[in-house]
């Protein structure tokens, strides 16, 4: 996720490279802009025969696209929208369950609170690395004992298995401590909150926009700017490449910031910053157990990972 400063200058928002869109697209951009200065120097003319296009069919062409990638972008969004949301889920279920813990199961003993809390801390990280198709690293395998390490790294989805792992220990733990049914059913029920953000989070990832949407978006992007310039030179001449320039870096732009936050677990800079949100869970479970807890995530060169 690219940070921002609050209230940012005319300036900034003009000219700054950081946090903007342009170090993905600008290679299509300066393309577009090669061949629409390539047109102007020609005249329109391909191999002797003069290109005449009307403004007509291209101003409804482009209403068209701009509508379709608006549709676009939306639904992109609102995959992200679920994403975050899923993710404050998390956070949510997992100080719920280190203070009902605290509250609901004072008898147990603190190194018993201490592996709960581990365990819902590992679940943050197993998650994201299963999201991200990475593999498990030092950092997550820390918070893990010896068993639920074995249970993790033995399965294809690590984190359902650790889930399961947790809702046993829960519930052992709540028998151990003398609660009642109504205390196991309310633990479980947080537990169960888990399973769904699991759920949700693979389907996003599992269901992404279909691809032929996808790709008649690109080509008509790509055809629409390519052709733009045989309709400009008659009217605007040699200023047609910047005002190529400027359309395709509309389309392009919007084009690019679909494609990111479509998948909105990656690790590109639009994306949701998953090492930070685990980091946060971290600290905030190791706060309500009273242990030390590390600091937040920093950007580095503005973006949150």
Known sequence: MITRPHNPSALTLMFSLKGSIIPAIWRKVL??????????????????????????????????????????NTVAYQRFWEARTLWGELLIVSRNLTRQTLSLLPSLAPAQHQQ??????????????????????AQTLQHLDEHARHTVLGHQNP?????????????EAARQAGAGEQVQVSIDQQVTRLSYVL????????????????????????????LLPFCLIESIGWFTPVAVCILAYTFFGLDAL??????????????????????????????????PAPLPEEPVDGVLM
């Not at 998650?127 to 990475?134: A, P, V």
């Not at 800079?269 to 242990?291: F, H, T």
């Open 199 to 226: 759920g949700g989070c693979e389907r996003i990832k599992g269901t992404p926009i279909p691809y032929p949407y996808i790709l008649l978006l690109h080509r008509t992007v790509h055809i629409y700017c390519f």
């Open 116 to 137: 709960l809390g581990n365990g819902l801390i590992a679940f943050a990280y197993v998650l994201k690395h299963h999201l991200r198709h990475e593999a498990l690293d």
């Open 159 to 171: 984190p359902s298995a650790l889930l399961g792992l947790l809702g046993k220990r829960y519930q």
């Open 31 to 72: 393309f577009t802009t090669l061949i629409s200065s390539a047109v102007v120097a020609i005249h329109g003319t391909l191999f002797h025969f003069k290109v005449v296009l009307t403004s007509t069919p291209f101003t409804l062409w482009g209403l068209t696209l701009a509508i379709f990638l608006g549709f676009r």
């Open 258 to 291: 679909g494609d990111q936050i479509a998948d909105p677990f990656d690790l590109q800079p639009n994306d949701l910053p998953l090492n930070a949100m685990c980091r946060n869970l971290e600290i905030a479970v190791q706060e309500m157990l009273d242990v």
